[in-house]
């Protein structure tokens, strides 16, 4: 019997795909804005890693259990207070006069992120009953949470042009009131009732581990492989961590349902979503930077340059689902995953021939964009048919922690080897030991020190420096590259041949 749709459907996805997009763009947009903020409130160099971490900490260290929460409580119920804790932490942060004040105002952004990002694939879930509309929904989900992260630098940008670093969290407010009005109206209720005494260990043990986790992802991108706090971080979550999941596969009532694993379609695809997000995030820091410190661009410009990877994604995403009535999810899969591969090695292939410029990388950007909007689609689509509907909220949660930790591991890992390419390919530059050390230290530093310098010096400076990065850029894509590729390996080897988004996968 063919469940009954709900009339609400679109206008539930037009509803979670603004608040998606709100999020996702938070993610981002304190990129653009943090220059101002740094010189209005003069945090110390503590403090200022603080206010960029603690979002994505809080975030990635509370999803898990804000999934399961959603599922006692209520997913509508948990979205209308994530969006009210996101409207209260930003209206913090534009009074905010000091920078703790900044650093708990972002804190309780991620715990309001962390309760609406399951809340919203759950709902989608709930609501769209046939396969094929769900599969679209799960599309434009995919579509508007990668480009609200790429498209968060340009908006921020405009903003913080005209109003200052203040108006990257006062645009929150008026959106997060909108989705809280329109949401208690519109969203409907969905439950997953569950048996058993909450599970206070296993909260404990989640948010401590994935709080170690990420925090020690983010300090082995700053200190480098030879820092012991990041060591010592991932050494604490992977006990924490391990402990946990032994603990859940014995509970009859687990947290989180970690056997959602078993199921090929579900691993492989969980799999492709994080090794995807550590090749494209550490793309975008690069990419980035190269921009501003390599080619001149100012944040904004830098936030605009970057536009032929959402919009690629943006477009991808959305005729992915069709893609997937025509072809098996492992083809559809399989390609994005080829695509990426191909947009992180063109860089270096077409720098091979001669100098790298905008023209050869926008090109690279859309081909990347473009793998990314197909292979996270089908990689979403699968993971969540792979997904009984009564651990739904469990999947919502580890497809998020997929995106949100292999970004900080792309910046961290491979961002720390592009880092040590950079200092291969630096030239003597003939300064004092002091002052080369400084410019060695990464391409940000030599671009104050040459404009220290100032003048014909600054400038020379300043082009081998950016030369220098552009040769350990690119091969460190090369490197990014490998990994959307054996994902590709993995996709085509594990998941079943004939399997498509109208069949359950579990």
Known sequence: MTPQRDARRWAVLAILSGSLLLIAMDTTILNVAFPSLVTDLRPSSVQQLWIIDVYALVLSGLLVTAGALGDRWGRKRLLIIGFGVFALASLLAV???????????????GAGGAAIMPATLSILRHVFTDARERALAYAVWSAVF?????????????????????????????????????????????HQPREGRWDWWGVGQSVLGMLALAGGIKQLGKGGPADPVAWALLAVAAVTLTVFVRRQLRLEHPLLQIRL?????????????????????????????????GQGYTPLEAGFHLLPAP????????????LMHRLPIRHVMGGGLLMMTAGLALPWLLQRSG?????????????????????????????????????????????????????AMGVAVLGSVATALYRVNLPDLGLSD????????????AARVAQELTGPAGNALLSRAADAFTSGMTPTFLMAAALPLAAAALTWAKIPKGLRPTEDAH
């Not at 919009?311 to 069709?322: D, E, H, R, Y």
């Not at 990689?379 to 580890?398: C, H, R």
């Not at 002091?434 to 530093?445: C, K, L, N, P, R």
């Open 261 to 293: 694993f078993v199921s090929r379609p579900f691993a492989i695809a969980a799999a492709s979503i994080f090794l995807g997000m550590i090749a494209l995030g550490s793309a975008l820091f690069l990419i980035t930077q190269w921009f501003q410190y």
């Open 95 to 109: 009074f905010a006069t000091a920078p703790w004040q900044v650093i708990a105002a972002r804190a309780l952004l």
């Open 311 to 322: 919009l690629g994604l943006v477009l991808t995403s959305l005729v992915t689902p069709a």
């Open 146 to 190: 990668g480009g609200g992260m790429a498209l968060g630098p340009v908006v921020g940008g405009l903003l913080v042009e005209h109003d200052g670093w203040h108006s990257a969290f006062l645009i929150n407010i008026p959106v997060a009131l909108i989705v809280i009005a329109l949401g208690l109206w519109i969203l409907p209720e969905s």
């Open 434 to 445: 002091g002052t080369t050390a400084s410019v060695s230290d990464s391409i940000g530093e």
């Open 355 to 407: 100098p790298l410029g905008y023209g050869q990388l926008a090109v690279a950007l859309a081909v990347l964009g473009c793998g990314v909007g197909i292979a996270t689609t089908a990689a979403s689509v699968t993971l969540m048919a792979a997904t009984p509907a009564k651990d739904v909220s469990g999947a919502a949660a580890i497809e998020e922690t997929c995106y949100e930790l292999g970004a």
